[in-house]
């Protein structure tokens, strides 16, 4: 859908961002609007219904396999043996004596459109990943759908834009968690990075939460957690109060745990009764190298209803292991080999999470050339999602480019679990990123990506 782009109206909304709260640190750390796209992004009323269905399913999917020890140690084992990160991970979780009642989830599931082969004009959702851990802009998105509520209110595209606070949805269920932790002097302690481009996302959800429902939250960074958290009767203390919930905006890359005092703080909050959101079971739930195992249906049957496995599984491309026989094209040979001959056809993730950490075309070649047998089980292959194109406005500090982009939806999960009973389980709004459509990673503040709402055609 295109907006007419008159240069008053672009001023307009760049004032209205800036007054709204739709604004974070550039990579030299001036002050600026989020990156936004002028004009919603416009898809057919199923497409999203379907999206939006999946999620309960989703998180129960994500619920079961972090509750299921012998699986995440079966196929997380190979990656650690390599992978510092994720055996530092993995060693925390084994350590740990199960003594938490509660499995806590604040996700968001990841889709980009392709075309029906059968129907060009058809889309079809498939999916990037499932994120179980610092979940971004439900604060940005909330406040960028206010922007364009404001600007299409009395034009016929108002009409149909898709309402969209995910921030109240996140905040309603980390409330929950906290009332069901019931100790009369908690708060919320929000894991964060020492220099966060990303800050005003989380203080949006800091203030909402105690402009709500009162509940204080304590920022601090895994190294703090260290130094000034301590376990008393199985609670987390910081700063005199009982951390009910402990939700990690940090925490899911190698960067976060540069010293031992950071690894210290992680393994103090996943031995208090704090209510983790993710634990490290449901962060290592939502590795790629999980999201590749559970491709497979044979292994998906084992945790998903027979019903939605049809449904769950049509929305995944194919994964791989490095060593796996692949046919493409009439040819028969390794993953590894099969995606330097194709390599526009695959993508190479390792188990990293927060952008920029994938390797497309020549990067991945040369990659998977120097790459040892024994470092393959840190990586899976991708089939390369062919994102359906469209026309968009994007609008970055300040300046406009219309280009040629590709969106990629997410859908914002909330769920929460006592053992088997689950109290919560509902998506609670969207994600709109936008990028141009040369751009192969996505991030928003790695400066790829333009924040988006949904209107419906
Ligand atoms: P991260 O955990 O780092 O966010 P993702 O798996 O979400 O990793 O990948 C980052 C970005 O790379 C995505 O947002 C998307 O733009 C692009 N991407 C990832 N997987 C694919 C794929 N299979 N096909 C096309 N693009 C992809
Ligand atoms: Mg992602």
């Known amino acids: 859908m295109k907006a007419k782009i008159v240069p008053n109206r672009l001023q307009e909304t760049i004032d209205f961002a800036l007054m709204n709260g739709l604004i974070k640190f550039n990579t030299s750390f001036q002050l600026v609007h989020a990156p936004f796209v002028l004009a919603p992004y416009s898809l057919s009323k199923d497409v999203l219904e379907k999206m939006v269905s999946l999620t309960p399913s989703f998180n129960d999917l994500m619920l079961r396999v972090a509750s299921n020890q012998d699986f995440l140690t079966n196929y ?9 990160f994720i055996k530092g991970l993995m060693s925390i979780y084994l350590e740990k004596k199960s003594t938490q009642p509660y499995q806590f989830l604040l996700g968001r599931n990841d889709f980009m459109m392709v075309e029906d082969a059968n129907y060009p004009k058809k889309l079809q959702p498939k999916q990037v990943e499932f994120n179980t851990i610092s979940v971004s802009f439900p604060y940005l998105s909330t406040q960028l759908n206010h922007l364009h509520q404001f600007m299409y209110e009395e034009q016929p595209l108002g009409k149909k834009l898709v309402l969209n606070d995910p921030l109240t949805g996140i905040v309603d269920a980390i409330a929950l968690a906290v009332q069901q932790y019931g ?26 939460l105690w402009q709500k429902h009162r509940i204080p939250t304590i920022r601090m960074t895994l190294e703090e957690v260290a130094k000034e958290g301590a376990c008393q009767e199985g609670h987390l203390m910081i700063q005199g109060k009982v951390a009910a919930v402990t939700y990690l905006r940090a925490g899911y890359s190698p960067g976060d745990y540069q010293t031992p005092d950071a690894w210290k703080g992680r393994r103090l909050i996943e031995s208090s009764s704090s209510i983790s959101a993710p634990s490290v079971a449901m962060q290592l739930a939502g590795m790629k190298k999980i999201q590749q195992v559970l ?7 084992n945790f998903v ?24 094209n009439g040819q028969s040979d390794l993953a590894q080999k099969i995606a330097c001959d194709f390599p526009d056809k695959y993508v190479l993730k390792p188990q990293r999470e927060g952008g920029g950490n994938n390797f497309f075309d020549q990067e991945m070649v ?7 047998k024994e ?3 840190a990586y899976i292959l991708m089939e390369r999602i062919d994102a359906k194109e469209h026309q968009a406005v994007l609008v970055v500090e300040g300046k406009i480019q219309e280009t040629s982009c ?27 990123r936008t990028k141009a459509a040369d751009q192969n990673e996505g991030g928003v503040c790695a400066g790829y990506a333009c924040l988006n709402s949904l209107c419906i055609r």
């Open 76 to 84: 997380l084992e190979q990656a650690s043996l390599t992978d510092s």
């Open 183 to 208: 100790h009369s002097d908690s708060c919320v302690l929000q894991i964060v990075q020492p220099r966060e481009q990303n800050i005003f996302d989380q203080r949006g959800g800091e203030y909402k």
């Open 305 to 328: 209803e027979q019903k939605k496995i049809q449904e769950i599984s049509d929305t995944f491309v194919g994964m791989h292991l490095l060593d796996e026989m692949l046919h493409r």
């Open 295 to 301: 491709t497979d249906p044979k292994i998906l049957k």
């Open 406 to 432: 590709i969106s990629e939806i997410g859908c914002y999960g909330v769920c929460l679990a006592k053992e088997k009973d689950i109290l919560l389980n509902q998506d609670v709004g969207y994600l709109v």
């Open 375 to 377: 470092e393959y089980p």
């Open 366 to 372: 040369k990659l998977l050339h120097s790459l040892t």
